[in-house]
């Protein structure tokens, strides 16, 4: 069994920074690709970025530059480093991961969910 964890979610006023974390833990042999999305109040969720096992990265176009992916693989953690938000960043910021287990089966798990809220 896989759980992915997400912190560091809370109230920042527009400006501001926060970072967040998700740890993997559980039944893993090894992590690939892991990543955050996001979901506003009635909108669709949406990528924010991604990080291969070995560092690539990738963003969503809109917020190059402002946020920041990266990982420790030796700790099974994804962090998203947050600057300048905005109140159009306020949102769930969901974690997930491409998992192979110790059975050596391969899935993709999410986390609960982080509450980012940013006010003007």
């Known amino acids: 069994q896989v759980q992915l964890v997400e912190s560091g979610g809370g109230v920042v006023k527009a400006g501001g920074s926060l970072r967040l974390s998700c740890t993997a833990s559980g039944s893993i042999s090894s992590l690939g690709r892991m990543g955050w999305h996001r979901q506003a109040p009635g909108k669709q969720r949406e990528l924010v970025a991604t990080?291969?096992?070995?560092?690539?990265?990738a963003y969503e176009d809109s917020l190059k530059g402002r946020f920041t992916i990266s990982r420790d693989n030796a700790k099974n953690t994804v962090y998203l480093q947050m600057n300048s938000l905005e109140p159009e960043d306020t949102a769930v910021y969901y974690c997930?991961?491409?998992?192979?287990?110790?059975?050596?089966?391969?899935?993709?798990?999410w986390g609960q969910g982080t509450q980012v809220t940013v006010s003007s």
């Open positions: 997930n991961a491409d998992v192979t287990d110790r059975r050596f089966f391969s899935d993709n798990y």
């Open positions: 990080i291969t096992s070995w560092g690539h990265t």
